[in-house]
């Protein structure tokens, strides 16, 4: 009876082994609407955008698709976030070894100060301890559970991070070929405005236009100029942003222009966006499920912080050999062992283990507010580039129109100022107005373009 008794207290605790104090997590996600209220409104339309996986190939752009497999091997952030990562996999391996028993090998000399109880002085051993924490509280657990949940979080990071340098990647990319299409409008104005410069300059000296006309079509040609070696300018640095997100030095990377025929067509046609867009397909992006983990990862570490109340139980042994003879130090005669449980309790501390658990559960809370608003944020950013992409449609459209009424007041002009029935003033308001109605109608399709470029960078799936 006796013997029950002095076992009681053990066979209690390896009956609470296993038990978790980790508290179970409180929903906390944020409550999600049924569709996008700007999302385009009428028949669902099937959309023509590839997944978003690659959601760039909708270009058909080799030189893209090119850049975007260098990003992926250059970009020094990129590399910087997948070691973060191997980081985050190796606390994880620590944390699940702390569940299992560690075996050292001990290897000692000492000597003695008192010759009565050794002649020589001089002692020496070897030794195989080995010790076991059995996680009776789960504080080892919720560690595993804490780093586990660490780790996914860093690769959801890094799965954000490459999304976002994908979609920085495209649209430094379409600014570029933007810029590019915007130089080449310019140069052609250019030309003609250098023709009108010749032509007003024999008006003059044949006294049929005064000094002023000449005065003006010379301000119209440079300030053409002007502006097309600012765009040249915006070109290049462009290029230069394009060389550091692929991981090269500026003065490396020449990205070809395009050909006469590619800058005429540019920029391609915008993709319809679907209708009734579910708002839950943001459920699976990168940087929500990242700021999800954090949550996890903050409640698992209560846990810890919990189990500390609580004693540690132990298990270590020990076996090995001690003599003042080296020579015959491996005999049996010098052979000695130690088995048995340990149990350790902290009785005071001061208050740092409450502290400890207050610590862990406003780390919770920061984690599940920062939670929310990252899932906040996210629709805030869908819905803001949604009606962009919608209305910049219609605007676009607008501004069409209006660079077509701008062309055909051009053609007009110009026969009337060849007729002489107009002065070179009304030549040169019209001529410019096309020039702005061209370059406007050309920034607002970019803009379209860069708008669907975010939703698919978003993790949209169509």
Known sequence: MMSRLRFTPWLMLLLLAGCSWVPSLKPFQAQAPEQFKEA????????????????????????????????????????????????????????????????????????????????????????????????VWGRLDAQASAAQAGLQASQEDLAAARLSLQTTLVQTYLSLRTAERQEAVLRAAEAAYQRFLTLTQYRYEAGVVSASDVAQAQTQYK????????VGTQRAQLEHAVAVLVGQSPSELRLPALSEQ???????????????????????????QAAKRRVEAANAQIGVARAAFFPTVSFAANAGYRNTDLSNLINASNQFWSIGPTLALSLFDGGQRRAARAQAEAVLDQAVANYRQTVLTSFQDIEDNLVAAVQLKDQAQAQQEALDAAQKNLAITQAQYQAGTLSALNLVLAQTTALSAQRTLLDLQTRRWLAHNKLMGSGLEF
């Not at 752009?61 to 990003?71: A, E, F, R």
């Not at 300030?223 to 600012?230: D, F, K, L």
């Not at 590619?262 to 929500?288: C, G, M, Q, S």
């Open 223 to 230: 300030t053409t100029q002007a502006q097309r070696i600012e």
């Open 40 to 135: 385009p409104k009428g028949p669902s339309v099937k959309p023509a955008l590839h997944s978003a996986v690659a959601w760039w190939t909708v270009l058909n752009d080799p030189v893209l698709n090119d850049l975007q497999s260098q990003l992926l091997q250059g970009n020094s952030n990129l590399q910087a976030l997948s070691a973060q990562n191997r980081q985050a996999r190796a606390a994880l391996a620590a944390a699940q070894a702390s569940l299992w028993p560690s075996l050292n090998l001990n290897a000692g000399v000492g000597r003695s100060a008192n010759q009565l109880t050794s002649p020589k002085g001089t002692s020496y051993s070897v030794s195989t301890p080995l010790t076991w924490e059995l996680d």
């Open 262 to 288: 590619a800058l005429a067509n540019w920029p391609p046609a915008v993709p319809e966006l679907p209708a009734l867009i579910p708002a839950t397909v943001l459920e699976k992006r990168p940087d929500i």
